[in-house]
């Protein structure tokens, strides 16, 4: 509910003249996400004209669903906490979660980037001062609103009153068709398409952030049959519209096939429980009742190991005093997907699997965290679980991201089929490619998305300044 509010009071404030004549800017963003308002806004402190262009009615794209946080590696908010976390753990998890098939070169530009990203957040008045620890991280660096609220309303919250402070003029409800580029390849432009007909936008410098494609199952199923008819995470947006642009306009496309699945999503209703809910000490348990799998392995990891459990689900469980422990957690059990019982025996009839069986797991789980490490290589274990009431919610994968897409380098500008920079283009969040590799680490589509948009924002601004 708070994200549609907040969804809805930004297409109120952003309802924008939009007259369908030619307009002329420095920087034409496209796509009015997180990346894109990272650039709009970065480019406007800088002193740009910006425009930005958003097919959709509201602002915020896959961003305002976001759940988790945040990574970043040596902030003050960790050192404050004793955590002795560092860019080059930062780096290793990144690269590992990945598979090693990151750019390494985009990689560190992430990781050493991150923690500017979240001090300039929280200087716009964003609120990211909880640290939690997410699955496939070395130390707790998942940077989240207090108390672990949903980072994606607060981060587009914020970045809407920024946009807002500087008057960024925002055409919602406008199509982006075609990236214009003149005869020598360079980048002029690009074509709209609004509720009063098609002009053009005429730009020194544009940066596409238009999103990924995880919500247009017949792209994925193309570059991944086994992914056809998955239910996704995705905003109705999700269509890699952007793609096809910049692929028009000659860019390159890389690792499409490496498309990420969320382990828990609830199925048949499309919402996706965060992998804070783990990191805070939850626990999966299949239709037996059983453990089966270490809970903060990779997304990927955790997500073939549910779908080999019986019926392809598996159940989310936790205590009050996980709950208590993580905001998050409200929205969830007031839904009907919850199910809940004062006692073991309670929740487990709930659930419908055998409450000796879950008791004994839990049981297990309860000595694994008393030798420091579990059966399945669990070794944070914060909660005994063993506190009433007792929460289920079932689970199953579904497409939550796709890591492949524009091929860019550490100054986000893009690269055609040639391997050569298409002047004026620049790309940034989750409509490039090479910064997740194989799997993209919980926390890191947040710090992708600040980090490479500010970027984008900049560069596009220096290359405007000196273009003819």
């Given at each position: 509910?708070?994200?549609?509010?907040?969804?809805?009071?930004?297409?109120?404030?952003?309802?924008?003249v939009q007259a369908a004549e030619d307009i002329t800017v420095d920087v034409a963003v496209i796509g009015a996400g997180g990346a894109g308002l990272s650039a709009a806004v970065e480019a406007t402190n800088l002193g740009a004209k910006v425009v930005v262009i958003e097919k959709m009615a509201m602002v915020g794209g896959n961003t305002i669903r976001a759940a988790g946080g945040l990574n970043a590696a040596g902030t003050a908010l960790q050192a404050a906490k004793g955590t002795k976390d560092s860019v080059e753990i930062a780096f290793y998890d990144t690269m590992?979660?990945?598979?090693?098939?990151?750019?390494?070169?985009?990689?560190?530009?992430?990781?050493?980037?991150?923690?500017?990203?979240?001090e300039w957040l929280l200087a716009l008045g964003g609120d990211l001062r909880d640290v939690g620890l997410m699955a496939g991280a070395s130390f707790p660096r998942t940077h989240r609103p207090t108390g672990g609220a949903l980072v994606g309303p607060e981060v587009i919250r914020t970045l809407w009153t920024a946009a807002k402070a500087r008057n960024i003029e925002m055409r919602m409800n406008t199509k982006a068709t075609k990236i214009i580029t003149d005869r020598s390849g360079k980048v002029t432009g690009v074509k709209v398409e609004g509720k009063d007909g098609s002009y053009t936008v005429h730009a020194k410098a544009v940066v596409d952030a238009a999103g990924g494609f995880g919500g247009n199952n017949d792209m994925v199923a193309s570059y991944v049959p086994r992914l056809k008819g998955f239910a996704t995470t995705n905003h109705p947006g999700a269509t890699g519209d952007g793609l096809k642009l910049a692929e028009?306009?000659?860019?390159?496309?890389?690792?499409?096939?490496?498309?990420?699945t969320?382990?828990?999503?609830?199925?048949?209703?499309?919402?996706?429980?965060?992998?804070?809910?783990?990191?805070?000490?939850?626990?999966?348990?299949?239709?037996?009742?059983?453990?089966?799998?270490?809970?903060?392995?990779?997304?990927?990891?955790?997500?073939?190991?549910?779908l080999k459990q019986k019926d392809a689900v598996a159940y989310l469980f936790f205590d009050s005093d996980m709950q208590k422990s993580l905001k998050a957690t409200n929205k969830y059990i007031k839904q009907s997907y919850t199910v809940k019982g004062e006692t073991i025996e309670e929740v487990?009839?709930?659930?419908?699997?055998?409450?000796?069986?879950?008791?004994?797991?839990?049981?297990?789980?309860?000595?694994g965290k008393a030798k420091g490490k579990d059966a399945f290589g669990r070794a944070n274990m914060p909660r005994?679980?063993?506190?009433?009431?007792?929460?289920?919610?079932?689970?199953?994968?579904?497409?939550?991201?796709?890591?492949?897409?524009i091929k860019i380098d550490s100054k986000t500008q893009v690269y055609n089929t040639k391997g050569q920079v298409i002047p004026g283009l620049y790309a940034a969040g989750e409509i490039t490619g090479g910064v997740h590799g194989g799997n993209?680490?919980?926390?890191?589509?947040?710090?992708?998305?600040?980090?490479?948009?500010?970027?984008?924002?900049?560069?596009?601004?220096?290359y405007a300044k000196q273009a003819k």
């Open positions: 509910m708070k994200k549609i509010l907040v969804a809805t009071a930004v297409a109120a404030a952003f309802g924008c590992k979660g990945g598979h090693w098939k990151n750019d390494p070169e985009l990689v560190r530009t992430l990781v050493s980037g991150a923690a500017s990203s979240v028009k306009a000659g860019a390159q496309l890389i690792q499409m096939e490496e498309i990420q969320h382990p828990t999503v609830v199925p048949k209703v499309g919402e996706m429980i965060t992998e804070a809910v783990r990191g805070n000490g939850a626990i999966l348990v299949n239709k037996e009742g059983k453990r089966f799998f270490n809970e903060l392995d990779t997304r990927d990891a955790v997500s073939a190991a549910i487990a009839k709930a659930m419908g699997v055998d409450a000796a069986a879950l008791q004994a797991s839990l049981n297990t789980w309860k000595e005994d679980l063993d506190k009433g009431p007792f929460y289920a919610i079932m689970v199953t994968p579904a497409v939550h991201h796709t890591m492949g897409g993209r680490l919980g926390g890191n589509a947040q710090a992708d998305i600040v980090t490479f948009g500010r970027i984008a924002g900049q560069q596009a601004y220096i």
